[in-house]
């Protein structure tokens, strides 16, 4: 009986170790995710910086393609204004080179405002691509190793199934059977030992009479409650038997 729950132990650590390559064949690929949209993000954040300042640009160039037509047409009115014959005439023409000059000095606050707008997305874009290598360096320290982890979890826990197939075959089938139910159902957790007279797996008050045979170590020991194999851990049974 003795072989038999060590056994059993030895099963249950093997699980436990199958159990932690699963969460990590779940987890393993959202870091990698994570790690590829971050680069993803930093790239679009990136673009989207680089289109407002091409927006901002284009707008500066009709404004200064504006100035410049309003300018020449200054120039010309300015140059027709000593040819003019009538009073009335020269005030139009006045008047037409004035709004011109307006329209030049409003449009130039305007490129401006369009100064202070590109300064501002220069600056983001600089943000931007500071984070882009940030995350693309993550990226290249992280992916391989992550990737190569992945790739190894199905083989580690198809020889660790292994193992504990080999240590199961010296006990009875039924044992094995329910070992592997409980696996299946409860948690992962077949054998689960003596927390403080209460069961490991769910905390259920185990009786005295259960616990005396839990020191005897002469019968396979279910907790009432959940099913679950109870063991007493190693220390208890040597100090209390010894
Ligand atoms: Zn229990």
């Known amino acids: 009986m003795e072989d038999q729950l060590k056994t059993l ?3 249950q650590v093997l699980d436990d170790k199958i159990g932690q390559y699963r969460l990590l064949q779940e987890e393993l690929p959202k870091q990698l995710n994570e790690i590829n949209e971050k680069v993803e993000q930093a790239t ?35 140059g027709q ?8 005439e020269y005030k139009a023409l006045n008047s037409e080179i004035a709004y011109l000059k307006e329209k030049v000095s409003e449009v130039e606050s305007q490129l401006l405002l369009l100064m202070d707008s590109e300064n501002e997305v220069n600056a983001r874009i600089e943000q931007y691509k500071a984070a882009l290598a940030e995350a693309e360096a993550n990226k290249k ?7 190569a982890q992945i790739s190894t979890l199905e083989a580690k826990i198809a ?13 009875p089938v039924a044992l094995i059977k329910r070992y592997g139910n409980l696996i299946k159902n409860k948690d992962n957790q077949a054998v689960v030992y003596n927390r403080d007279g209460s069961c490991g797996g769910c905390g259920f008050v185990i009786r005295q009479q259960m616990r005396i045979e839990l020191q005897l170590r002469k019968k396979i020991v279910y907790c009432e409650n959940c099913g679950r194999i109870l063991i007493n851990p190693a220390s208890e049974s040597s100090n209390e038997s010894g």
């Open 44 to 78: 679009a954040d990136l673009l989207m910086g680089e289109t407002e300042k091409s927006e901002i640009n284009k707008k500066q160039r009709a404004i200064e393609s504006d100035i410049k037509t309003y300018q020449e047409q200054i120039k010309k009115y300015a």
């Open 9 to 11: 132990e030895a099963m």
């Open 81 to 88: 204004l000593s040819e003019i014959k009538t009073n009335k």
């Open 159 to 171: 020889s660790t199934r292994a193992e504990r197939n080999k240590l199961a075959v010296t006990l």
């Open 141 to 147: 320290a992280k992916e391989g190793d992550l990737k």
